[in-house]
C-alpha cells in the first residue's frame, strides 16, 4: 500500500519570507512524486514530480522540493512566498511497479500575508 | 486546463435521482481518472481506465460506475445519488511515466 502524509493543515508566512510544504510518503518500491497546487474553484495544477536523479528538483512559478530517502519526504519549499502563492497544496506518490494509480495527501492551504 | 474539460460545472440534484458527469480530453492519453474531492480527505480515486477495454475500480467505487466510450471520453454515474456523494469531482489524464493533468472539476449538490 502506498500512503502520503502532509502532517499541516495549514501554513501562514509574511510575503518574502521562505515557504515550506512538508509531505512524508509510504511505497512498495521506489517512488515517483509529484506536488499539485489548488486554486479557489480550479483544478489541481501541476509543480513538480520526483522520478529519478538529482535530489533537487526544480518546477513550476519559482518552486523546488527535495527528495529525501532516508526520511521519505518530499518537502515543497520557495525562498521568497507570494501573496500569489495563497492556494490548496497536494503531495502525491505512485510506486514504479506500473499500475499509475496516485495517493495524495489531505492537503496544506498555504496562506500568504502582504 | 483547457486539454480536459468537464460538465457539467456544477450540479444539484436530488437523493435518489441518476446523474451522469462527463470527461473529454485532448491529450490523446491512454490513461484516464475519477476523482473525487472532500475537505481535509484530499483526492480520493473512484474508477480508473488504461484504454477503452479496461477499466478499474479505484478505493471508493461503491455507488458510482463508469463508461469509457472513446480515448478521450470518459464518464461517470451515479445510479441512485445520495448526500454523502456531494463533493468535488476532477477527472484527469495521463501518459508515460508522467503526471496527471486534471480538468476543472464538477461540483455536485445532492440534496
Known amino acids: 500500500a502506498q500512503s502520503v502524509a502532509q502532517p499541516e493543515d495549514q501554513v501562514n508566512v509574511a510575503e518574502g519570507n521562505p515557504l515550506t510544504v512538508k509531505c512524508t510518503y509510504s511505497v512498495s518500491g521506489n517512488p515517483y512524486l509529484f506536488w499539485y497546487v489548488q486554486y479557489p474553484n480550479r483544478g489541481l495544477q501541476f509543480l513538480l514530480k520526483y522520478i529519478t536523479g538529482d535530489n533537487l528538483v526544480k518546477g513550476s512559478y519559482g518552486f523546488e522540493a527535495e527528495f529525501n530517502k532516508s526520511q521519505t519526504s518530499f518537502h515543497l519549499k520557495k525562498p521568497s512566498a507570494l501573496v500569489s502563492d495563497s492556494a490548496l497544496y497536494f503531495c502525491?506518490?505512485?510506486?514504479?511497479?506500473?499500475?499509475?494509480?496516485?495517493?495524495f495527501g489531505a492537503g496544506t492551504t498555504v496562506t500568504v500575508r502582504a | 486546463d483547457a486539454d480536459v474539460t468537464q460538465t457539467p460545472r456544477n450540479r444539484i440534484t436530488k437523493t435518489g435521482k441518476r446523474i451522469m458527469l462527463e470527461c473529454s480530453q485532448t491529450k490523446g492519453h491512454d490513461r484516464m481518472y475519477w476523482y473525487r474531492q472532500d475537505p481535509g480527505l484530499g483526492l480520493r480515486l473512484i474508477y480508473y481506465?488504461?484504454?477503452?477495454?479496461?477499466?478499474n475500480k479505484g478505493e471508493i467505487s461503491d455507488g458510482y460506475s463508469v463508461s469509457r466510450q472513446a480515448q478521450a471520453k470518459f464518464s461517470l454515474s451515479l445510479e441512485s445519488a445520495i448526500p454523502n456523494q456531494t463533493a468535488l469531482y476532477f477527472c484527469?489524464?495521463?501518459?508515460?511515466?508522467?503526471?496527471?493533468?486534471f480538468g476543472p472539476g464538477t461540483r455536485l449538490t445532492v440534496l
Open positions: 484527469a489524464t495521463s501518459g508515460g511515466n508522467n503526471e496527471q493533468f
Open positions: 502525491a506518490v505512485r510506486d514504479n511497479q506500473g499500475d499509475y494509480k496516485l495517493s
Open positions: 481506465s488504461f484504454d477503452v477495454k479496461d477499466i
